[in-house]
């Protein structure tokens, strides 16, 4: 992003570029989702998940969050790679929230 503002003189925003406006928008999309995720990993790490587990939902999510900005960087349009990256992001968001309430239900019944 740097190089692109830098090669086109655009010094805030997007200058009305359309390939920096994606661009922005892949950054921002990134900014959207993982906090939310990495926080939700920090509590399920809390709460004793297990590593294996811990790892598996950081792996699919680096795997779905790289997809998403490889297919929406490449175009604005529709692409598999956007698509499966936001079905995925979503996917492992649900499990994570679901894993969490289970642990929550599981040691409130203790």
């Known amino acids: 992003m740097i190089l692109h503002r830098k ?3 655009i ?3 997007t200058g009305g570029d359309a390939v ?3 661009k922005v928008r892949v950054h921002a ?3 959207e989702y993982v906090p939310l995720a990495l926080l939700m990993l920090a509590l399920l790490e ?3 998940t ?6 598996s939902c950081g792996l699919l999510l680096l795997l779905a969050r790289l997809m998403h900005a490889v297919g929406l960087g490449g175009s604005a349009g ?3 790679g956007r698509f499966g990256g936001t079905i995925l992001t979503f996917a492992v968001l649900l ?3 679901l894993l969490g309430a289970w642990r929550f239900l599981a040691q409130a019944m203790l």
């Not at 297990?50 to 790892?55: G, K, Q």
């Open 29 to 31: 999309n990134f900014a």
């Open 7 to 9: 090669a086109h003189r």
């Open 46 to 48: 809390l709460s004793g």
């Open 78 to 80: 529709i692409s598999v």
């Open 20 to 22: 920096m406006t994606r």
């Open 11 to 13: 010094g805030v925003g």
């Open 50 to 55: 297990t590593a294996p587990v811990l790892w």
């Open 95 to 97: 499990a994570m929230a």
